[in-house]
Structures are given as C-alpha cells and as structure tokens.
C-alpha cells in the first residue's frame, strides 16, 4: 500500500537569465514572452508526501528557523495548487506534507518555482506509489507533463524539473508552449548576494498585472528575440563576457518595467545598487570576470566561471561583510525518492 511509504522530492530553484514578466492569460499560465534559465543545486524545496489516514489534506512548511506552520485550507498557494493537481488527475487520497527550504523564502530567489515543483512531484509519486522519476514515466508522467503540472503552480516551476539551462517556450497559444533543456553542458556558479531575507510585499503574480501598463513593455517584448538567440549562442560557445552583458541588460530592462508600471513596483534595496555598483567597479578596474541578475526581488545573483568564485566570495565579504553569501552552481535537476514510514 502506498500509505506504508513517504515520497519525498528536492527540487532546485532556477535564475531566469531571460526572465519571463507578464501573462497573456493568468489562469493557463501563459507568458508574454519566451524565458530561459539556469537551474541551481543547493537552492532547492524538499517535499514529503504520504496517504493520509484521513482528510482534509494537512500541509506543514518549515520556515528557517524550523517554526512549522500547518495550512489545510484557505488561499494558501500551495494548498491550491494541490487542490487543482487532484482535480485535474482525479486522484481522492488525502495527504500528510511536510516541506522546507534550503533558502529564504519569498524574497527573488524563485522559492515558488522549487516549491511548487516539489509539491508536484511529492503528490503525484504518493498517489501513484513511483518511487522514482523513472518510475513516474512509467506511470504516465514524464517529465514534460510534469512541468506541465508544476507550472500550473507557479509559471517558473516547469523550468525546475529539468537540470542545467532550461527555455519555456510561450509558444502561439496556451496549448502550444514547452519547456526543455538546452543542449549545453557549461558549469557556472551563482553567488546569491542576501541584501535581504524579507519576503516581497508585492509578490510576483500580483505584479505581473500591471505590466502592461508601463510604457517599457512593448519595445521589452520586440527585444527579447534577439536577446534570445545572443544568450543562447553565449552558453553554446561558453563565452562569459557576452552571456554576462546580456543578462545584465536583462535584469535592468525587467527593472525599468516594473519601476515604470502602474501602480510602481521598486524592489531594488539601497544596498542592491551598492553591490551592483561594486562587482562594476571590480570588473573594470580589477578584471574580475562576474556578472549581475537580479529577479523580482532585491537579491543580486553574481554569476561567474567556478575558478573564479572563490575570490568574487573574498572581496564580497570585504566589501560587504554584513551580507550573507548563498553559493551556488549549475545544477542537474530533481531528485524524487521513497522510505518506509516506519
């Protein structure tokens, strides 16, 4: 039976490097544009689900300092988004799930695209009794209906059921989009700088509501094509200096849309533009070889070469030793596995 057993999934979180802001229709998830990301190793949600001995579905999350707190019901999105997996798969076995994070939660570090991944593979494996990715395959799952699932969460968690660089083709129609990896096989690391751990008082799905009304989106939306292909053809050739500039530009345009929406979102930090300015400054004056993202949030990801990064995490702490540093690297995607519950 399948409630003699705890399913439990560990899935990353991913940096957009081309970032996807704005939906053509919220309910079916459909971006405005093409995204394209890199997705991480230690940053990750870990999940476990097992059959309840009754319901309601019972959902405790562990915030980092281990305080648990329960959800059963309400607009929680989790406990939505299981809602809709048991509507769309019809499966009706109550579940018991605990998760937690690896990472500060809600703050631009993609902690919905992790957790809304993991949640998807922890239920499903419960129901099904798959102990594996393999075995959810086996099951009807593969991977592609997977992040199907998982990006019926959250748009950005499709990206985090695969490893390494990862593109969401919005396609021409809701039924029309894909996620798949890229074939490129470059190892970077990312350095998450911590300017701060608060969660965002303006979450992400709110904000992609009033992108449209900032007079930036629409010549955004006829740059990113060429945009596109640039990082694409940077991660082929492994050429840090071009994937870098681009990125760059990335973050500072999805910025300038958001600081020029209605009403304004401002999720820089006085602090954000301080580390921006340095790692600038370092690289102009000093040579070093990294490069800036920023998400929907204050947070800076500094990615680098991982020769490189021991010395980007020595400056850093010396310029900025009240910041916690989370480093981290190219990663290889979800791991789904099973245990006796007793």
């Not at 239920?123 to 199907?148: K, Q």
């Not at 990064?309 to 009240?322: I, M, S, Y």
Request: proline fraction near 6%.
């Amino acid at each position: 039976m399948h409630n003699q057993y705890i399913f439990t999934a560990e899935v990353p979180s991913n940096i957009a490097l081309i970032k996807y802001w704005g939906k053509r229709d919220l309910a079916l998830q459909w971006p405005e544009n093409d995204s394209l990301s890199m997705t991480l190793d230690s940053a990750r949600t870990q999940t476990s689900a097992q059959i309840a001995a009754s319901g309601p579905d019972m959902i405790r999350r562990a915030d980092s300092q281990g305080v648990v707190t329960a959800y059963t019901s309400g607009s929680d999105k989790a406990v939505r988004h299981l809602a809709f997996l048991r509507r769309e798969l019809g499966f009706s076995a109550a579940l018991e799930i605990t998760t937690h994070n690896t990472f500060p939660t809600g703050c631009g570090i993609a902690s919905s695209a992790s957790g809304l991944g993991a949640l998807t593979l922890a239920a499903i494996a419960a129901w099904t009794g798959s102990a594996s990715l393999t075995e959810l395959e086996t099951a009807d799952f593969p991977r592609e209906r997977l992040a199907y699932l998982a990006r019926m969460g959250s748009g950005s968690a499709g990206r985090s059921l695969f490893g390494g660089y990862v593109t969401w083709h919005a396609g021409s129609s809701p039924s029309a989009q894909r996620i798949e990896p890229l074939a490129v096989d470059w190892p970077l690391t990312d350095i998450i700088v911590l300017v701060s751990r608060q969660e965002k008082a303006v979450g992400s799905s709110a904000g992609h509501l009033s992108v449209r009304s900032s007079p930036l989106f629409l010549p955004r939306l006829a740059g990113l094509p060429a945009r596109m292909r640039l990082v694409e053809a940077a991660l082929a050739a492994h050429d840090l200096p071009a994937l870098g500039n681009a990125i760059e530009a990335e973050a500072l345009e999805m910025h300038a849309v958001m600081l020029s929406s209605e009403p304004r979102l401002d999720y820089l930090q006085p602090r954000t533009s301080e580390v921006l300015a340095w790692l600038r400054q370092q690289r102009e004056e000093h040579g070093l070889a990294a490069y800036f993202t920023i998400d929907a949030g204050p947070n800076v990801h500094i990615i680098c070469a991982p020769h490189t990064a021991p010395e980007v995490v020595r400056r850093l702490n010396a310029a900025f030793p009240d910041l916690a540093l989370i480093t981290d690297r190219t990663g290889q995607g979800p791991l789904l596995y099973r245990r006796p519950t007793h």
